[in-house]
């Protein structure tokens, strides 16, 4: 009788017991999925950061120059005039470095120095263009190949001149600012990433230009001002299936219409603006709409009860409320637009861009389209640039995204 009696309880101390445990197996679940992407986190920084930091430096090998001996003829008074930038450009900088690194280390070292060697003797004749007329000794940046063997194995001649150059202490490590300051090159020891940063700057910054207010306006109207029936409807499902398509289509949409139907300049940052302009409206749009949805309509009754119109109510009162998710939707379609290769290639922003650009329709590149060309070199020394491009593209989108939600956070307000 008494076991009968304390059967419902034993039932629901089981029942309680499972529950306990559903709870702790769901618990471990979420700390094993938080771990596992912490991990793949970790190991994607890591990697990164062991393949790319070594672009951040590079090898500089100092080389004795006999200027009245080498086949360079300049004149230093020419030097210091307006056209000294252009005598230096015309002049075989390479041909001079071959020549001083075969008299001073042997035949093996003819291409021990590239076109980061030849562009900062050229600033080094610019800045002291008496050096013409005497022998000097110059710390000049080695070329890919024996940076390479520097930093790492290679073949058996190029270590042979490592070894030779370092019994000499003719061979140090430098911090690389020409990576942070130049633009693309065929050498890649020459190479910089400043020219593609620029063109993600100016790219970037005409998408929000247009994307933002427009897609913010889209947002207010139609969840304020807009009746509703089936064109709304249909407006509304076409945005959403706006915000899923494939970004390459945008491209070809931008291809059409931009460059062949508006002739706009190729591989300009207006375009790739315009068209990144295009994919990243739809998400701005439903976030806005969503973000003017959470605030309380007792804030739109209070304010109308006061005597305020419709247009006072969304823009005094549910706008500034609503903006703080309003611009995590734009954070979210920022960090897209800034990471898309896909759309620009079919723009032509895929150039070989020399020069950084100095507007909106000069022939510019960015970022990641910059790091997919370079990953696709044969030279072993693009392997540890495109890495550090990558960190670069990494911390830039750090540096916009923690902007955007300082702003964010700036403007938030609590009811």
Do not use: C
């Not at 861009?353 to 000069?362: E, L, Q």
């Amino acid at each position: 009788m008494n076991s009968s009696i304390a059967l419902p309880g034993r039932v629901e101390d089981a029942r309680l017991r499972k529950r306990y445990a559903a709870e702790r197996r769901f618990r471990f679940a979420g700390l094993f999925a938080v771990g596992l992407s912490a991990a793949f986190l970790a190991f994607l920084l890591f990697n990164m950061a062991w393949k790319g930091l070594g672009g951040f430096t590079h090898f500089e090998a100092a080389l004795p120059i006999d200027f009245p001996r080498s086949d360079l003829i300049l004149d230093p008074v020419a030097l210091k005039g307006p056209e000294g930038q252009q005598i230096v450009a015309s002049a075989d900088l390479e041909g001079v470095l071959s020549q001083a690194a075969i008299q001073a280390y042997g035949p093996e070292a003819a291409e021990a120095f590239g076109g980061a060697g030849a562009r900062k003797l050229g600033r080094e004749l610019l800045a002291e263009p008496d050096i013409v007329g005497r022998r000097v000794t110059l710390w000049l940046p080695v070329s890919s190949k024996i940076d390479v063997a520097a930093k790492q194995d290679s073949d058996a001649a190029s270590e042979k001149l490592v070894s030779a150059l370092q019994s000499k202490d003719s061979l140090r490590r430098t911090f690389n600012w020409d990576f942070l300051v130049e633009s693309d090159a065929t050498d890649s020891s020459a190479v910089g990433v400043w020219g593609a940063l620029k063109g993600s700057f100016l790219t970037i910054i005409m998408t929000m230009f247009l994307a933002f207010p427009i897609g913010v306006l889209a947002a207010v109207y139609l969840e304020e001002f807009a009746s509703r029936n089936r064109w709304t409807d249909a407006i509304e499902v076409s945005i959403n299936n706006l915000a899923a398509v494939p970004s390459i289509i945008f491209g070809l949409l931008g291809l059409a219409v931009f460059l062949n139907f508006m002739h706009l300049p190729r591989s300009a940052p207006l375009v790739g603006g315009l068209t990144l302009a295009l994919m990243t409206m739809p998400v701005i749009v439903i976030a806005g709409r969503n973000a003017i949805k959470s605030v309380p309509p007792s804030i739109r009754d209070a304010a109308l009860g006061i005597g305020a119109s419709k247009m006072q109510v969304v823009f005094h009162h549910v706008l500034p409320l609503a903006l703080p998710g309003i611009l995590t939707g734009t954070i979210i379609g920022m960090a897209r637009a800034l990471g898309e290769t896909a759309p620009l290639l079919m723009i032509g922003m895929r150039a070989f861009i020399a020069a950084p650009p100095s507007g909106m329709t000069d022939p510019a590149t960015v970022l990641p389209v910059q790091i997919f060309l370079w990953s696709d070199e044969v030279d072993r020394g693009f392997v540890e640039k495109t890495s550090a491009a990558i960190i670069v593209l990494l911390l830039f989108m750090l540096m916009m995204n923690g902007l955007a939600i300082y702003l964010r956070n700036r403007f938030e307000r609590r009811w």
